[in-house]
């Protein structure tokens, strides 16, 4: 099974999700998605980046958030279910464990 990657130039993920190319340039400084080039002119996103974005533009017009109170809220929320995702993982170790014993 091969994995598809969608990519997107400046301009086409600015058209695909509504921001403009200021309030990308801002959204990047913040670290809330990464192009996967360095330079600005070669800047390439790819679709997780325009799935994060959609995200990030829910908070900001559900939440009222600026752009760095995005940026800590989708930290936070991936810390979040980083840390679910860990507590799953040693339940189910836990549980294995016991069901040893």
């Known amino acids: 099974m091969s994995t598809v990657t969608i990519t997107f130039t400046v301009t ?3 058209l695909h999700t509504g ?3 200021d ?12 192009p996967h080039e360095d330079e600005h002119s070669c800047w390439q996103f ?12 829910r908070l900001r ?4 958030l600026d752009w760095h109170g ?12 980083q840390l679910r995702q860990e ?3 040693l339940q189910q170790r836990l549980f294995r464990f016991i069901s040893h014993v």
């Not at 309030?23 to 990464?34: A, Q």
């Not at 790819?46 to 533009?57: E, F, G, P, T």
């Open 12 to 14: 086409e993920f600015c």
């Open 19 to 21: 921001v403009s190319e």
């Open 23 to 34: 309030e990308l340039n801002e959204i990047v400084g913040l670290g809330v998605i990464e």
């Open 46 to 57: 790819d679709d997780r980046a325009a799935a994060i974005m959609q995200r990030a533009l």
């Open 61 to 64: 017009r559900e939440l009222a």
């Open 70 to 81: 995005i940026a800590v809220a989708l930290t936070l929320l991936e810390e979040n279910a």
């Open 87 to 89: 507590n799953r993982r």
